[in-house]
Nanobody, 123 residues
């Protein structure tokens, strides 16, 4: 059974940093694209970042230059480094994985989802 488990969320002041991790189990994801999405209260789930099997990345305009997505295929884990956090980054962050190699920003293209981790940025 495939599982994606997020960790690293928490409460941080504006301007601070957090690093989210997503550990995959149940199968190897080294040949799969993985991504992060987030959902703020009362809003739809939105794209944050994605990484292809070979490390190509895409970012939402709202996080470009502040967030960095990376992957460690040996550990079956992806990391989202979030710097210069803003109150508008407050949301539940979800890790997701595709069955395919290409990094795509559309959430409907993702086949596996984690339970989410809360990130709260205070002003």
């Amino acid at each position: 059974q495939v599982q994606l488990v997020e960790s690293g969320g928490g409460l941080v002041q504006a301007g601070g940093s957090l690093r989210l991790s997503c550990a995959a189990s149940g199968r190897t994801f080294s040949r799969n694209a993985m991504g992060w999405f987030r959902q703020a209260p009362g809003k739809e789930r939105e794209f944050v970042s994605t990484i292809s099997w070979n490390g190509n990345t895409l970012y939402a305009d709202s996080v470009k230059g502040r967030f960095t997505l990376s992957r460690d295929n040996a550990r079956n884990t992806v990391y989202l480094q979030m710097n210069s956090l803003k109150p508008e980054d407050t949301a539940v962050y979800y890790c997701a994985a595709r069955r395919h190699t290409q990094a795509i920003s559309s959430l409907i293209e993702y086949d596996f989802w984690g339970q989410g981790t809360q990130v709260t940025v205070s002003s």
